[in-house]
């Protein structure tokens, strides 16, 4: 690893908890270094000097980016579900959610 | 030692737009599974969102309503959480820039449940401080089969506001009240229809209990996904109970996440989105801010309602309606404004009012279009009823006549000979015939029995086939009766 950028500190087995991903411990030492040099790499933006530039939102003439309540067509549902890995009932389904 | 409950709700209400908040699919109740779909609500690589401005506008309106400061900045944030109602693995929410901050809903006694509106509670006319008001995206349905789960995106996407109070309430009484005047402010502002039964309205709540005279808050379990005012209510009355008995017998009480089975009244522990509260929030960068100030705020100026609370001390001053008059008619705007019209053609208002809140609803029930019945008319058959011409039974039976063939009421009357007499002679007449009838009676009421004189009026009644005047006849039989 390059130390010469500064670490980020990231518990790579809590991270994989919340997206329920089940990694070996091989795997945590892998990607936890890859994600703290990617991490890393991106910490080095708040080195760029932001003074005069405005928030998104601030700045003159600026116009907000709505639509008006108007319907559009949407997709059939054999459109919808035609990717999906297991379909049943016009339902897409997955494994079962435990309540 | 006594215990208090300390309650918080997070209130989630579906709004009435006809499309999704962030896609053009419409936004629509009980479709097809997945046929409300494309790919910015599915989620598609690619797609993406832009806010719906009649959505914004419901969320500023229900603000000004509920007197919230309406920032002139707001901004989506993305809360991320892996769970399969959502396509995208997060949802857009508003963190820390909401549409909407503080504000406050007054407790009015007939917001609580019928049977504590004589509590000191209910009369005490309590303020709830709101934190914020926010706007989100809904999420999918998930049904539960046999071995995995079925998820219908229809709902994914429709726009979700959230009213999160401070926690200012202490008992399930309060929690009640709030809610029923929160959906009658919805619904006057027609922001949202709130109906429970489509899931319109759903709540959770925080609770925790302390010492009565503490400061410190107890720890506090949440219960999720509760979808009506009257569960809200019991699943309450359950918690704070248990907590209480918990603690009271040297327990403590762990922080923790409940679903309520209402049928079996009892709360059981979730175990989803266990590590969830970790939502890792950030600025949506496919969303730009949202400025309030200018066209957005003046629209929703321009659609705010008179409010519940305004409206029913008008109707009390202007018509000198009962507190209870004028709710039930607030309850009801259609209801109120045809009230208000018919009011114009009567010198009697409050006869009116009777007229409406007794024999026109119950009408109401089987007939489809009441209203049809042009104001003026209803306001002349309360001015018949009132100066004695009719008595109520009959105003009733012209009122019915009226829903079926609109006329003038007086013709009507006339026609029926249903004309109400009020001539003290002829009833001086039909009473003395009673008196001689009944001497029975005669000599109960004379021994001291007041009620037997019902059975000399129902003589009378009887004799003039239910034309006479009931009130009459009572002074005239009374004063008969005292004769020496």
Known sequence: MDHSVPTVGIDVAYVAGLARLRLSPEEIETFGNQLEQVLAYVKKLEEVDVQDVVLAGEEKGFQNRLRLDLALPELSPNEALENAPQQRGGLFLVPRIIE | MTYEA???????????????????????????????????????????PVPNEAAVIQTILTGLMMGSSIRPRAKFDRKNYFYPDMPKNYQISQYDQPLCLGGEVSLPVLAFPKDAQKEPQALAGKKVRLVRIHLEEDVGKSF??????????????????????????????EAFALLTTIREILRYGKVSDVDMEKGQLRCDVNISVRPVGTEAFGTKREIKNLNSISAVRRALKHEIQSQI?????????????????????????????????????????????????????????????????????????????????ASVLASDPPLADYFEKAARSTRNPLTLANLTLNDYLALRQDSPDPMSIPPEYFGQLADLVSDGTLNSRQGREVLAIL??????????????????????????????????????????????????????????????????????????????????
């Open chain 2, 144 to 173: 539960h089969l046999e071995n995995c789960s079925g998820i219908d995106f229809n709902r994914a996407g429709t726009p979700l506001m959230e009213i999160v109070t401070e926690a200012d309430l202490t008992t399930p009484e």
């Open chain 2, 6 to 48: 300390v309650i918080g709700l997070e209130v989630h209400v579906q709004l009435k737009t006809a499309t999704k908040l962030f896609c053009g699919c419409r936004n629509e109740f009980g479709a097809e599974p997945n046929s409300r779909v494309c790919p910015v609500c599915l989620g598609l690589p690619g797609a993406l």
């Open chain 2, 403 to 484: 829903i079926q063939a609109p006329r003038p009421p007086k013709e009507i009357a006339q026609e029926r000979g249903l004309t109400q007499i009020s001539d003290s002679q002829v009833l001086e007449e039909f009473c003395r015939e009673a008196i001689a009838a009944n001497p029975k009676s005669v000599a109960d009421f004379k021994g001291g029995k007041a009620a037997a004189i019902n059975s000399l009026k129902g003589f009378v009644m009887k004799k003039t086939r239910g034309q006479a005047n009931p009130q009459r006849i009572h002074e005239l039989l009374e004063s008969l009766l005292r004769e020496p």
């Open chain 2, 245 to 325: 008995e918990l603690v009271s017998s040297g327990g403590t009480v762990v922080q923790e996440t409940l679903r309520w089975d209402d049928a079996r009244g009892e709360t059981i522990p979730m175990r989803t989105k266990e590590q969830a509260h970790d939502y890792r929030y950030f600025p949506d960068p496919d969303l730009l801010p949202i400025r309030t100030e200018g066209r957005l705020r003046t629209e929703a100026e321009r659609r705010m309602p008179e409010l519940p609370e305004t409206k029913k001390s008008r109707l009390r001053e202007t018509y000198g309606l009962s507190e209870y008059q």
